[in-house]
C-alpha cells in the first residue's frame, strides 16, 4: 500500500495533463492530486497508473480516464458535505476523489467481486463511503434525497428513478447514449417533476445494466 515520492511526483504531472485539457476546479485537481491512483488498479497496470487512460479493473469493467472523473466530477459541482449518491462503485477511485472533496458518499455496485473488493480496499486507504451491493437503476429511495448523483456507466437515457430521489435544486451527470459513445450529460432538477438538461460533449463509458451479479 505505499504511496512514494515517485507516486506523487506522477500524480503532480497528471494534475498538469488534465488542466491542460481544460479542468478549472481546484478542488477537483486537489482531489486527483492526492488520491493513490495506483492503489486501485490491477497489479500488471500499476505502472501505467497516472497516464490519463483507461484501465481494465476485472469483472469487464474499468477504471475511468483520469481527465474524465476530474470532467465529470466538476459538472456535478459538490460541495462539502452534501450527499451523493455514485451508482457503479467500480474500483472505488471516483468514490475517494468526492470523499476527498468532503462529501458523503453513498455507492453502489452491481458486480459482486467489485464491491468486496472496494469494500476491502476503500477504509484500509481511509475512505468510508456508505457500500451497497444492488441495482443502479434502482437507486437508494430509503437513504434520498440526495444532493448530488453520479452515474458512472453508459445510461440509454436519463434514470428517472434516480431523478427521484435527488433533491429539488440537486444535479446529476450521467452519461447518456447506446454502445459505442455517450453525450455527458448534466441534469437540474428544478421542481417536484422538473428538470433541465445541459449536454457537455461525447465520452464511452461501459454500460449501464440492471440487476446485479
Sequence with gaps: ????????????????????????????????????????????????????????????????????????????????????????????????????????????????????????????LGYKPSFFYGDGYQGLPTYGPFDRILITAAAPAIPTTLIEQLKTGGKMVVPVGGSGSQVMTQVEKTGPDKYVTHEHGWFVFVPMLKGRE
Design 1 to 124: 500500500m505505499e504511496d512514494s515520492y515517485l507516486h506523487k511526483g506522477l500524480r503532480e504531472k497528471l494534475v498538469d495533463e488534465i488542466q491542460r485539457k481544460g479542468i478549472r476546479d481546484e478542488r477537483v485537481l486537489e482531489a486527483i492530486r492526492k488520491v493513490p491512483r495506483h492503489l486501485f488498479m490491477e497489479s500488471s497496470f500499476i505502472k501505467f497508473a497516472y497516464k490519463d487512460q483507461a484501465f481494465p479493473i476485472g469483472s469487464g469493467q474499468t477504471i475511468s480516464q483520469p481527465y474524465t472523473v476530474a470532467f465529470q466530477t466538476e459538472l456535478l459541482d459538490v460541495r462539502p458535505h452534501d450527499k451523493v449518491l455514485e451508482i457503479g462503485t467500480g474500483s472505488g477511485y471516483q468514490a475517494a476523489v468526492l470523499l476527498e472533496m468532503g462529501a458523503r458518499i453513498y455507492t453502489i455496485e452491481r458486480q459482486k467481486e467489485l464491491y468486496l473488493k472496494a469494500q476491502t480496499l476503500l477504509p484500509k
